[in-house]
């Protein structure tokens, strides 16, 4: 099953598997690739059967970064990039009350680190490479970059990263906390559809209610965080 231009969407019992498809490109996001995105995040979301969501990319990359050849059809850089981002796929994703999984593999650039970041667990083919060179073409990171990296490695590592734009390798990614592992690449998808399938085994109520206390607690005063977490528990037992 899939139905959408730029994406390829299914399910395998309680996961659904989203996997980037515009290989000639590397998966580079456009336009037509959000809107894809985001009406197969909302069929996840709204599937009662599904428990847990896994990324892929087809072809040689993850996601090679925003696409653009489609800046050269808008009248300013400023105005196409405004365009990509109108659709909030990137708050879908934060929204999104299922375990995420992304496995990555090629190249993981600007828009795929990004779409990696809002994941809760990621895995990667050894070999993977990875880059926000977004300040060195004259603009900044525009789908959470500049909020998530730091989050996930330390703000000093995260601007060394931003600042100077350059490439890491796998092994880095790892050691700097960006990744949850590293796996061959010709077992990947199966080792992402593996994991997925533990994560739909959680009870769902559960699997939910800790993701919100970790992902909203993080950004607030430990009090406030641990009252946050005796709320969320006690409205899960009830």
């Known amino acids: 099953m899939s139905g959408f231009a730029t994406v390829i969407y299914s399910k395998d019992g309680p996961v659904a598997h989203i996997s980037l498809n515009r290989p000639q490109s ?12 985001s009406q197969a995040l909302e069929a996840v979301q709204a599937d009662s059967e599904v428990r847990s ?7 040689r990359a993850f996601c090679a970064g925003a ?5 050269g059809s808008a ?3 400023t105005i196409a990039r405004q365009v990509r981002w109108e659709r909030d796929v990137w708050g879908q994703m934060l929204a999104l009350s299922k375990p995420v999984v992304a496995a990555i593999h090629g190249y993981c650039i ?3 680190v990004e779409i990696a970041l809002l994941c809760d667990l990621r895995i990667a083919a050894e070999g993977t490479v990875f880059a926000l060179p977004e300040v060195h073409l004259g603009m900044i990171p525009a789908a959470g970059g500049t909020q998530t990296l730091p989050r996930s490695i330390g703000r000093s590592k995260a601007l060394e990263l931003l600042l100077t734009g350059r490439r890491l390798d796998a092994k880095e990614a790892l050691s700097l906390r960006l ?3 590293l796996v061959p690449q010709d077992s990947l998808v199966s080792e992402g559809l593996f994991l997925a399938q533990q994560l739909a085994g959680l009870d769902s109520e559960y699997a939910s209610s ?3 206390c970790l992902l909203r607690g993080a950004d607030l005063p430990l009090p406030q965080a641990l009252a946050l977490e005796s709320r969320v528990a006690a ?3 009830a």
């Open 53 to 59: 969501l896994l990324i892929t990319g087809q072809g």
């Open 179 to 181: 990744l949850t592992r």
């Open 235 to 237: 409205r899960a037992l």
């Open 67 to 71: 696409d653009l050849t489609e800046f």
């Open 26 to 37: 590397l998966n580079a996001y456009n336009i037509q690739m959000r809107d894809d995105f």
């Open 210 to 212: 800790a993701k919100h």
């Open 75 to 77: 009248p300013s850089q």
């Open 110 to 112: 600007g828009s795929g």
